[in-house]
């Protein structure tokens, strides 16, 4: 291999890649994808001679020259007569001669060309595995090296009008110097395996722009080639349009203070932004959110996020899978990842292609892209260290301003010597120096003292953002059935991701769940595993290894590999396997969707033959079917009612299961307070990620009114059954949640209010152990719910108000029409009380019913009463 590139220093006429260069949507480009004929040359006849001197230039293949021309110049080779291969894609799976080829190959197709005053052409290569060398009209233009990564070259001075011929060297011989090196786990795909381009653009061109978002401020940085001009930059949708002119560098900046919509996995929000001169434009759209590790826990958009994660290689679903080569092999696989319920993908173990990053951005997954410093690279090299930064480089330069992309990592399973840890911290700190805006991370490896206790102890952790590693009890450690006995010990104080852990088994192949190779086998060695990885401290995502099947020379077992690594979840042909489900349960059973519906309803006091409910303290009722029928049109996950009496407790379950809670207790007819559904409010918080540390309902009133009734804390009975529940779901933030019924009657004692509000927060303060001054900035949050204001003097809500972020009620107007809302001390709208205790701001959207097709008696209470929160957790 050096001696090849040796020969192309000689080569080349000093023409080398152009800097900067994006071909974001908007540019002029033409692909050259198609039939390109190819010669096989494993002894790279196209460039050297017999004694391995270098061909002269018109002897080697970049002269395209024909034999059948003539016949009467020895030429021994005709691009004209050759076969062709299909670009983009491998070459391995297009004719089974070149099934197991490593070697050089060369592509040449001809290319039409008008020339047009004032601008400029370059090639652009989406990727070609492993390394090639380009020219054009016999004109080398230069080399590259890597097989994920984009890369160009500018093609202006040696394009000619009419017909141009260009030919591509490929070699994907692998090499120990090399990145990845001779060994890895997936087919060595050779060729040019990504969409080429010819791209026009003006003499003056916008060579690049990146786009960051820290929160509150948008920074965009534009690059242009070949002189410098004012720039426009333009994000329409968020009334932005900014000029300005370059620097001397080319360069200018912009920033601007925003807040746009977040991205996320459940709202993928993208932006048009348009990037502009008076000769050049690109648009592309580009989303806005954050991401960032806060001791333990990952933040994306300040909210705690839990990696619902699965590992792919890029290589297509089929009967014949090799590397993606378009849009619709990527999105079959992120179908797969969608249904198996990921909301993020280890692109493993090289950065895939740009459609795949697009179009899992477009539908919400969050990415963690990497370079194949995979095993044991040739840590001491310099060669090799020049050769993984530029991927690195290359991978950062291209998806930056991909809201999708949040975790960029350096190597997978390496060994712990000094000279991989300096390698490797190098490429850490040139990963920050190109991008502070990202999570850095590494897939690392156990060490295990003794097998029943694993331990991370890599010094590599301390350069990461998060602490990812591989493991695989049950496949190469032991059985499935040892993960009940096993007890990690990762380093604290960083977010952990498992990286990887499965097994393999082969789609069909049924048996005994303790016979390797079935799909009992790995069912089993996932339940086992999920059990055991719940175990595990910080955890914040998992990625099984992986979802589909691929190429591997390294799995020869006949008759179930056949060249397959069949650790994928679903076989190569897309068929999901029994483990599939099994993962596919536990992240349903950690994500979905819920709509809560808080009503100020109570049920009446007396009977009466016609109506069930009344709202608040007004004339309106309504009957139990009539609000079964609207908690079901709009597919109400839970019920939120204001009061209720034992007796009819037995009907909300009637009505409602054990979905429905109170968020004050029942008074009307005395005694205990109604066994009110804990459940439902246990289910919220068990379907949350939040921890419920504890759950206390007040009945604060005037003494008149609730003759024996109890009044303040009557908590404690509840906080010990939720710790106990909460135990047995997985570890997550902890919170205390408080609800409230308080009416005053100032008429009868103006300082009640007072008193009750010192009472209540007097209360939260014993429960919880924090001071009534720490509830806003308190790491476990407090909150506090009920029914506050119908009375006409506020103080006593100010009073409260001043110790909640955010507090909010619904405003004494509101009392006017009688509405008594279930006003609350968190964020916004009362819907926004229960996103804020699921999710902190944002998530739960408060959205209108169309109640045009409802009965009258449901129509009256949409059109009244309702707050729906439709809240998404995951
Ligand atoms: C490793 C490695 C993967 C490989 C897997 C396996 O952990 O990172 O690339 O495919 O194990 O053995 O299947």
Not at 286 to 309: A, H, S, Y
Not at 617 to 622: A, E, I, N, S, Y
């Amino acid at each position: 291999m050096k001696r090849i590139l040796a020969a192309a220093a000689i080569l080349l006429f000093g023409l080398t890649s152009a800097g900067a260069f994006t071909i974001a949507p908007g540019r002029d480009c033409q692909s050259l994808g198609g039939q390109w004929n190819y010669i096989v040359d494993p002894m790279n006849t196209g460039i050297y001679k017999y004694q391995m001197q270098l061909q002269k230039p018109s002897k080697r293949y970049f002269a395209d020259r024909h034999f059948y021309g003539d016949k009467t110049t020895l030429i021994e080779y005709d691009f004209d007569h050759a076969p062709t291969l299909t670009v983009p894609g491998d070459w391995n799976t297009q004719s089974d001669k070149l099934y197991y080829y490593e070697g050089s190959i060369w592509y040449r197709r001809t290319v039409d060309f008008r020339p047009v005053e004032g601008r400029r052409w370059f090639l652009y290569f989406g990727a070609v595995n492993y390394q090639c060398m380009v020219g054009v009209n016999n004109n080398i233009l230069g080399t590259h090296k890597g097989g994920f990564t984009p890369f160009w070259f500018e093609v202006t001075d040696v394009l000619q009008e009419g017909e141009n011929s260009l030919v591509v060297w490929v070699n994907n011989t692998r090499g120990e110097s090399e990145v990845p090196t001779v060994n890895f786990d997936w087919w060595n795909y050779g060729g040019i395996t990504r969409d080429v381009f010819l791209v026009s653009v003006p003499k003056v061109f916008i060579s690049d722009y990146r786009i960051s978002f820290d929160g509150k401020q948008i920074d965009i940085k534009v690059s242009l080639d070949g002189g410098n001009c004012p720039v426009t930059v333009e994000i329409p949708e968020l009334g932005i349009r900014k000029k300005a002119c370059t620097g001397r560098d080319g360069e200018v900046c912009f920033k601007v203070k925003a807040s746009p919509e977040r991205w996320c996995p459940e709202n993928p929000k993208l932006y048009d932004i348009v990037v502009s001169t008076a000769d050049d434009s690109i648009r592309d759209r580009v989303g806005f959110r954050t991401i960032r590790v806060d001791g333990e826990q990952i933040l994306l958009n300040d909210k705690p996020v839990f990696l619902k994660g699965v590992a792919v290689h890029d290589e297509t679903i089929g009967l014949n899978p090799g590397r993606c080569r378009n849009q619709e092999d990527a999105r079959a696989l992120l179908e797969a990842a969608k249904d198996l319920g990921c909301n993020f993908l280890r692109l493993a173990h090289y950065p895939h292609s740009e459609e795949m990053v697009r179009l899992a951005e477009e539908m919400g997954f969050m990415l963690w892209e990497e370079i194949p410093c995979y095993w044991n690279i040739d840590w001491s090299s310099e060669e090799t260290y020049a050769n993984a930064e530029n991927q690195l480089v290359e991978m950062i330069g291209r998806d930056a301003n991909r809201a999708a992309t949040i975790i960029w990592s350096v190597a997978n399973e390496t060994p712990r010597t000094p000279q991989r840890l300096e390698f490797l911290g190098k490429l850490i700190a040139k990963a920050r120096a190109l991008d502070p805006t990202r999570l850095i991370s590494a897939a690392l490896q156990k060490d295990k003292p003794d097998f029943y206790h694993p331990i991370i102890e890599d010094e590599l952790v301390d350069l990461t953002d998060i602490i990812s590693f591989n493991q695989y009890i049950g496949w190469y450690d032991g059985k499935p059935a040892d993960c009940d006995n096993i007890t990690w010990t990762v380093p604290s104080g960083k977010p952990v991701l498992i990286s990887e852990f499965g097994g393999g088994a082969l789609y069909g192949n049924h048996g005994s769940d303790s016979e390797l190779f079935t799909e009992e086998y790995l069912a089993l060695l996932y339940r086992k595993n999920l059990e055991m990885i719940g175990r595990i401290p910080a955890l914040n995502g998992l990625c099984p290894w992986c979802l589909k099947d691929f190429r591997s020379p390294k799995r020869p077992l006949n008759g179930i590999q056949d060249d397959f690594n069949r650790k994928g979840l679903i076989d190569e042909q897309g068929r999901r396997k029994q483990a599939f489900f099994v993962m596919k349960d536990y992240y349903s059973s950690l994500s979905g969707e819920l709509v809560v519906g808080t009503f100020n309803l109570r049920f009446l006091d007396d009977y009466r033959p016609d109506y069930d409910y009344k709202f608040g303290g007004q004339p309106w009722m309504v009957r139990r079917p009539a609000v079964k029928a609207f908690f079901e049109q709009n597919n109400i996950d839970i019920i939120g009612l204001q009061e209720v009496r034992r007796a009819q407790a037995a009907d909300l379950e009637e009505d409602f299961g054990k979905d429905w809670f109170v968020y004050c207790p029942g008074r009307l007819s005395g005694g205990e307070m109604v066994r009110t559904s804990d459940e439902a409010v246990g289910l919220m918080f068990r379907k949350s990620r939040f921890n419920l540390l504890g759950h206390g309902r007040f009945w604060l009133s005037d003494s008149t009114e609730v003759a024996g009734s109890k009044r303040l804390g009557q908590s404690s009975p509840i906080v010990t059954s939720w710790v106990h529940l909460e135990e047995k779901y997985r570890p997550g933030k902890d919170v205390w949640f408080f609800s409230a019924h308080i009416s005053w009657s100032v008429s009868e004692n103006p300082s009640l209010p007072d008193q009750e509000v010192e009472t209540l927060l007097a209360e939260m303060e014993r429960l919880t152990g924090i001071g009534r001054n720490e509830f806003k900035s308190s790491a476990t949050p407090v909150f506090l719910v009920g029914d506050l204001n119908n009375t006409v003097d506020e103080s006593p809500i100010q009073t409260l108000e001043g110790y909640f972020n955010d507090a909010r009620t619904a405003s004494p107007e509101s009392a006017s029409t009688n509405i008594n809302t279930f006003n609350c001390y968190g964020k916004e709208s009362k819907a926004s009380i229960i996103d804020y205790i699921f999710f902190g701001a944002g998530s739960a959207k408060e959205y209108i019913v169309d109640t045009s097709s409802y009965d009258p008696e449901v129509k009256f209470i949409s059109d009244h009463y309702p707050v729906l929160s439709r809240i998404y957790y995951d």
